[in-house]
């Protein structure tokens, strides 16, 4: 079975990091390829740190520039979200996705995605 398998949210303070993981069942990955996303309540699901499938394309959303990086350990077939000086704007349900491009939208997605993990930033 293909999947990815999400951990490593939860509650932070504020100013605080945080990891989440994505780890591949059944294929192999690496950063390229792998988009992360974020869907507050209310909101639409928004590309937050996208590195795309053909050309390789970082994408950052501006609120995260500067705070979030993408990297990934090959032995544990694992992709990670590292997120530092967290804000509460940060809080929402965060999901990785395999298979994005050209974009970072959450339309541009074309593999799997993530079963979605929680992330709640306390001020």
């Known amino acids: 079975e293909v999947q990815l398998v999400q951990s490593g949210g939860g509650l932070v303070q504020a100013g605080g990091s945080l990891r989440l993981s994505c780890a591949a069942v059944?294929?192999?990955?690496?950063?390229?390829?792998i988009g992360w996303f974020r869907q507050a309540p209310g909101k639409e699901r928004e590309g937050v740190l996208c590195?795309?499938?053909?050309?390789?394309?970082?994408y950052y959303a501006d609120s995260v520039k500067g705070r979030f990086t993408i990297s990934s350990d090959n032995a544990e077939n694992t992709v990670y979200l590292q997120m530092n000086n967290v804000k509460p704007e940060d809080t929402a349900v965060y999901y990785c996705?395999?298979?994005?491009?050209?974009?970072?939208?959450?339309?541009?997605?074309?593999?799997?995605w993530g079963q979605g993990i929680q992330v709640t930033v306390s001020s």
């Open positions: 996705a395999y298979g994005v491009g050209p974009g970072c939208s959450a339309n541009e997605v074309h593999g799997y």
């Open positions: 059944g294929f192999t990955v690496d950063e390229v390829g």
């Open positions: 590195v795309t499938s053909i050309a390789g394309t970082t």
